[in-house]
């Protein structure tokens, strides 16, 4: 079983910053591949809506970033802790939201699997 740990939502004003961590663990699994790592957030009666994510592959993976942050978000991957951060600035009443972290692992037991964090939110006042 792979366990999301999620971190750093909170009230802040608009044009403010807040930076989210999502880390990914497995304890008992052995040996664990993140294969993709992604925020997605949603809002009070609206669809769950991609904000950005990273994709293994290459060399270092790859990122992409959803239309609504576009510009004003930025993710970084540390590997070494499957961790991944999500930068967000010039924060809007808009963003506010559940913001939560997926990932596609990859584990013995269980083979490739998509697990999803509980959710930390975001609060922006105007």
């Known amino acids: 079983q792979v366990h999301l740990e999620e971190s750093g939502g909170g009230l802040v004003q608009s044009g403010g910053s807040l930076r989210l961590s999502c880390a990914a663990s497995a304890p008992s699994a052995g040996m664990l591949v993140i294969n993709i790592m992604e925020w997605y957030r949603q809002a009070p009666g609206k669809a769950r809506d991609f904000v950005a994510g990273w994709t293994s592959g290459g060399w270092g993976g790859s990122f992409k970033y959803g239309d609504s942050m576009k510009g004003r978000v930025t993710i970084s991957k540390e590997g070494a802790q499957n961790a991944m951060y999500l930068q967000m600035n010039s924060l809007k009443p808009e963003d506010t939201a559940v913001y939560f972290c997926?990932?596609?692992?990859?584990?013995?037991?269980?083979?490739?699997?998509?697990?999803w964090g509980q959710g930390t939110q975001v609060t922006v006042s105007s």
């Open positions: 997926h990932t596609n692992a990859y584990t013995p037991a269980s083979g490739s699997v998509d697990y």
